[in-house]
């Protein structure tokens, strides 16, 4: 039931979640303030529901009251002029219980018992906003396209119910967005090997993200001033149609990076950060056979090694923030085992005491790689490691190889297989105190073995 109570309940949470949002103001008078409303209603509806708080600052959660009220009935038309269906929702407006002053509102929207999309896209001068054919579900505080995952758990929820048929359409649009998120990991998968083809695409992507990056100008004044057809703008960036040499020397200039950067791979407009002597050196000192570098492909190399890595910081700090009085709990329970489980069980000889003072230990001498790698699952629209390996590439090169360092204690190479070994599973394993150093100047890692 929608009152003014279930405002104040969520409001005391003092917290954005999955399930609700807060708006400062809201209006849908003007067209892309009404696509930012259409896009988080479809990511609730998309998900288990939700409500906006509206007159409620993003960031302080402060009552500031809103200065109009949105009429439910021209919201359901405008909604549903956009996209030829309806979605339910409801609109309460009432005044703050201590400024009477101040108009507060909630709108609720409710979970969808199929799968909603936009059948058009709707822009800004800034780029799309919502896209066409495109699921959109909440990740935290965001509305965002749904991943594999996510993807997987909405049909899982809608085949629930035994009357609903998902129509050849429904099917075909299931399987856009599922090889849509598998492109995603397979664009940044090839960044990180080094392999680049140049295309239509891959301009357009490269455009756009220096667009992003720059503030002075939209889309359509940019793209007069590199030359594009004015009929064609959208075509460019969207990756439809192939630029000219020209076209490719004037968006150099405009944007002042080389010409080269436009034939290779890069992404947050940098180039694989192996690129950098600094960032290699780090990982192929660690290399105990270097010789058999020679054989290998160094960008396959690079990229198991940092793809690699990553998970396996993940499994350590998630290990770290685990609660072992429920590994204990559930350790017979398949159902509720952990895939960071398997360290507890080196540290079986330890008593409770032991292992709590251990992982104290350890998170103190690991602290580095457990504040770069602590993520909130429940805002996070990719996997943990993924999404650590997404901000690595964005970190400044100094942390880059210190992260490196402090991780990664060797790696052997050989015709079939590359094995890396991590300071942090092997002081588990051999249950080591070991204190450790990082010099920034030397870029080394000092370990004292003698504690």
């Known amino acids: 039931m929608l009152t003014k109570d279930k405002f104040y309940?969520?409001?005391?949470?003092?917290?954005?979640?999955?399930?609700?949002?807060?708006?400062?103001e809201l209006s849908i008078s003007k067209k892309v303030e009404f696509y930012e409303i259409l896009k988080d209603i479809l990511a609730f509806a998309n998900s288990r529901g939700g409500y906006l708080l509206l007159g409620v600052k993003d960031k302080s959660h402060e009552l500031v009251g809103v200065s109009e009220e949105i009429d439910e009935a021209e919201l359901a038309q405008k909604i549903e002029s956009a996209l030829s269906y309806s979605i339910d929702f409801k609109i309460l407006y009432f005044n703050d219980e201590i400024d009477s002053n101040k108009k507060l509102g909630l709108i609720q929207i409710y979970q969808a018992q199929k799968i909603c999309v936009s059948p058009k896209s709707y822009s800004s001068d800034r780029g799309v906003i919502?896209?066409?054919?495109?699921?959109?579900?909440?990740?935290?505080?965001?509305?965002?396209?749904?991943n594999g995952e996510q993807l997987n758990e909405l049909v899982r929820r809608i085949q629930t119910n035994a009357t609903y048929k998902f129509s050849e359409s429904e099917l075909q649009l299931i399987e856009k967005n599922r090889n849509s998120s598998y492109l995603e990991?397979?664009?940044f998968d090839d960044?990180?090997?080094?392999?680049?083809?140049?295309?239509a695409s891959s301009f357009g992507n490269k455009i756009t993200q220096l667009c992003r990056d720059q503030l002075k100008y939209n889309r359509l004044e940019v793209g007069k001033w590199i030359g594009f057809e004015e009929e064609r703008i959208n075509d460019y960036f969207q990756?439809?149609?192939?630029?000219?040499?020209?076209?490719?020397?004037r968006a150099s200039k405009y944007f002042e990076v080389p010409i080269s950067f436009f034939f290779k791979p890069t992404t947050y407009s940098r180039p694989p950060i192996w690129e950098n002597p600094l960032v290699s050196f780090c990982l192929i000192e660690k290399v105990i056979n270097k010789s058999e570098l020679l054989n290998i492909n160094w960008g396959d190399f690079f990229s198991y090694v940092l793809w690699d890595m990553s998970k396996n910081i993940c499994i350590f700090v998630e290990w770290i923030r685990s609660d072992y009085f429920v590994y204990v709990r559930n350790r017979e329970d398949l159902l509720h085992t952990s895939r960071s489980d398997f360290l507890y069980d080196y540290l079986i000889e330890m008593s409770p005491e032991e292992v709590l003072e251990f992982k104290s230990f350890l998170s103190t001498q690991?602290?580095?790689?457990?504040?770069?790698?602590s993520f909130n699952k429940e805002t996070l629209s990719r996997l943990p490691h993924e999404e650590f390996l997404y901000h690595l590439i964005d970190y400044s090169n100094d942390l880059v190889c210190r992260l490196i360092n402090e991780s990664i204690k060797l790696i052997t190479v050989s015709e079939s297989k590359i094995?890396?070994?991590?300071h942090f599973i092997e002081e588990v394993i051999n249950r080591q105190y070991l204190r450790r150093n990082y010099d920034i100047d030397k870029i080394s890692l000092r370990i004292d073995y003698n504690i």
Do not use: C, M
């Open 239 to 249: 990756g439809i149609a192939y630029p000219s040499l020209e076209h490719i020397l």
């Open 9 to 24: 309940e969520i409001l005391d949470e003092g917290r954005e979640d999955n399930l609700w949002d807060f708006k400062e």
């Open 191 to 199: 960044y990180l090997k080094g392999k680049f083809e140049f295309t």
């Open 130 to 146: 919502v896209e066409q054919d495109i699921i959109y579900t909440r990740r935290g505080t965001r509305s965002i396209r749904v």
């Open 185 to 187: 990991f397979k664009q």
């Open 366 to 373: 690991h602290y580095k790689l457990i504040e770069k790698a």
């Open 419 to 422: 094995e890396v070994k991590y």
